[in-house]
């Protein structure tokens, strides 16, 4: 939470000088209160039409929300329910790639796992089994202890790859 916290505020531009800005009533807070608020809103309307099962919506939403709120704290989960919402509409390929932004662009976001495990789950949907054994096998490794990769050691053993044990 604190760490999210930080990353937040560093994100929304440069840092006032005041050791507490919290105690300093000349600094911008409203205008970056609201700008926060109204990223928080545009995020939490889109993540409601993705579980409401408006992906064409949730993906424009989405887009609209990195496009305005490049620095957001929410941009990796937002790129993560982008992929998500292609997937869902079964367009695998792009949903690989934008699950691999995740993954190189937020390393240290909490959505990693489940981006390998997508990327896995849509490389199988493609029909590559090949390809989708290295995902699984990755995340099993770089996250042995998540549910992520427990879902992937079931999943291996039902994936046959020729020459590739």
């Given at each position: 939470?604190?760490?999210?916290?930080?990353?937040?505020?560093?994100?929304?531009?440069?840092?006032?000088?005041?050791?507490?800005?919290?105690?300093?009533?000349?600094?911008?807070?409203?205008?970056?209160?609201?700008?926060?608020?109204?990223?928080?809103?545009?995020?939490?309307?889109?993540?409601?039409?993705?579980q409401?099962?408006?992906?064409?919506?949730?993906?424009?939403?989405?887009?609209?929300?990195?496009?305005?709120?490049?620095?957001?704290?929410?941009v990796?989960?937002?790129?993560?329910?982008?992929?998500?919402?292609?997937?869902?509409?079964?367009?695998?390929?792009?949903?690989?790639?934008?699950?691999?932004?995740?993954?190189?662009?937020?390393?240290?976001?909490?959505?990693?796992?489940?981006?390998?495990?997508?990327?896995?789950?849509?490389?199988?949907?493609?029909?590559?089994?090949?390809?989708?054994?290295?995902?699984?096998?990755?995340?099993?490794?770089?996250?042995?202890?998540?549910?992520?990769?427990?879902?992937?050691?079931?999943?291996?053993?039902?994936?046959?790859?020729?020459g590739?044990?």
């Open positions: 939470g604190t760490i999210q916290e930080v990353r937040h505020r560093m994100q929304q531009g440069p840092m006032p000088t005041a050791p507490l800005p919290v105690a300093t009533p000349s600094l911008p807070a409203p205008e970056t209160s609201s700008a926060g608020d109204a990223a928080e809103r545009l995020y939490q309307y889109a993540l409601q039409e993705f409401e099962g408006n992906h064409n919506a949730a993906l424009a939403l989405f887009k609209q929300f990195l496009e305005q709120y490049p620095h957001a704290s929410q990796g989960y937002a790129r993560y329910w982008i992929g998500e919402s292609l997937y869902a509409k079964q367009q695998y390929a792009a949903a690989i790639v934008t699950f691999d932004e995740i993954i190189r662009k937020h390393p240290e976001n909490p959505k990693v796992p489940a981006a390998l495990l997508k990327q896995g789950n849509a490389f199988v949907k493609l029909h590559d089994a090949c390809t989708a054994k290295y995902f699984l096998r990755q995340l099993q490794k770089e996250y042995p202890n998540s549910s992520e990769a427990r879902q992937a050691t079931e999943q291996l053993k039902q994936l046959k790859c020729e590739y044990g």
